[in-house]
């Protein structure tokens, strides 16, 4: 019996020791959720109190909210955008060309994902300062697009490296011009790798402080808004938000891997 017990042990423990750790991760989110339908009696939304809606009825009841919440959301597209785009080009030309100084670009892409992120934001401050930038939006979104950018190679260079190049060489055997081939061959294989490597942008971007803190200014994202009302009190508001960032988070991955489910199936083998 205990012989049976402890082989079981063995066979599952991988998946026993995956799911422990993925309820630890989920944990935190699972408080911030249990809290939006709190109703603290003082400034602070630490110890549950009441049942309430009153915070999911008016999410932008709290002054200069939602105002923060709209600017890290305008940033976060723009930065995914701009870090997709070039960071899909350079994974290109270091998988499919040549050139000098190659091998130092690819170290040198890896080097932000390394760096410690104050580091990072302290020499992005000294440069805008040198340049007499001011803070504010614009050094924002160029600070996340840089900071994003290496997130974003890694994530397509992986996928490009993977794709067989006998499919383009077929469409140009049959008279595909290079614009055609990109577009109905190369491209569609390589989105998983852009989709992945534009959602990692995103969270990165919306989510940063250090660096948003750096080169602000007196512009105040929601993740700076976040620490500055948890020291004058934390309103429910902001759990109520990042309840929803959460569900849509995970709404956006479980239709991925609905959509990606749906086209293995119908793909004949």
Request: proline share 4%.
């Amino acid at each position: 019996m205990l012989r049976n017990s402890t082989r079981r042990l063995r066979r599952h423990l991988v998946t026993v020791a995956g799911l422990l750790t993925l309820a630890y991760l989920i944990l935190p989110n699972v408080v911030v959720m249990v809290f939006s339908f709190n109703k603290p009696n003082g400034r602070f939304n630490i110890t549950w109190q009441r049942f309430s809606l009153d915070a999911w009825k008016d999410p932008c009841g709290v002054a200069d909210m939602c105002g923060s919440l709209n600017l890290s959301l305008e940033i976060a597209v723009w930065a995914t955008i701009g870090s997709t785009v070039l960071g899909t080009m350079i994974a290109f030309a270091l998988v499919r060309y040549r050139f000098r100084a190659r091998g130092a670009i690819n170290s040198l892409i890896f080097l932000p994902m390394a760096m410690p992120e104050v580091v990072m934001a302290a020499s992005l401050l000294t440069l805008f300062l040198n340049m007499g930038a001011q803070l504010g939006f614009w050094t924002i979104l160029i600070a996340h697009i840089m900071f994003c950018l290496s997130f974003v190679v890694t994530a397509v260079k992986a996928r490009v490296m993977s794709m067989d190049p006998r499919l383009e060489e077929a469409a140009r055997d049959l008279y595909a011009s290079p614009v055609q081939t990109f577009l109905r061959v190369t491209l569609p294989i390589a989105s998983p790798g852009i989709a992945a490597g534009a959602l990692l942008a995103f969270a990165l971007s919306f989510d940063d402080f250090i660096i948003t803190n750096f080169n602000a200014g007196s512009t105040v994202t929601f993740p700076m808004y976040v620490w500055g009302s948890a020291q004058r009190g934390t309103p429910v508001q902001i759990n109520v938000i990042g309840t929803a960032m959460f569900v849509i988070a995970v709404l956006v991955v479980l239709g991925g891997q609905l959509i990606s489910n749906r086209r293995k199936n119908s793909t004949p083998h």
